[in-house]
């Protein structure tokens, strides 16, 4: 089982940046398809980015196109998501997740590792 732990979250101004990590542990990252994940309060946890542990390709949602980057470093066992231009909606706790599934799947529930999650603040 891998063990995964986010950081990098805080308090940024609209248009800003912040680069998000995923730290493994236990496992290598590469067995995995890894996903990035966000819950705003009061709201359902919905999918941001993935990307896959054969090909490396990726995947985001429609509301991180062109601004958010998944990224893997295998040397480091970490993914990292990259978030420019920065909105206020972009404000969640971002969480990581690991599923072994061969397809990359944007679905919660199909991962079944998560870290703790990582507060992302954006003040307009």
């Known amino acids: 089982q891998v063990q995964l732990v986010e950081s990098g979250g805080g308090l940024v101004q609209a248009g800003g940046s912040l680069r998000l990590s995923c730290a493994a542990s236990g496992r290598t990252v590469s067995l995995y398809n890894i996903g990035w994940f966000r819950q705003a309060a009061g709201k359902e946890r919905e999918f941001v980015a993935a990307?896959?542990?054969?090909?490396?390709?990726?995947h985001y949602a429609d509301s991180a196109k062109g601004r958010f980057t998944i990224s893997r470093d295998n040397a480091k066992n970490t993914v990292y998501l990259q978030m420019n231009s920065l909105k206020a909606e972009d404000t969640a706790v971002y969480y990581c997740a690991a599923t072994s599934r061969v397809a990359v799947t944007t679905d919660a529930a199909n991962f079944g590792s998560w870290g703790q999650g990582t507060q992302v603040t954006v003040s307009s």
């Open positions: 990307i896959s542990r054969i090909s490396g390709s990726t």
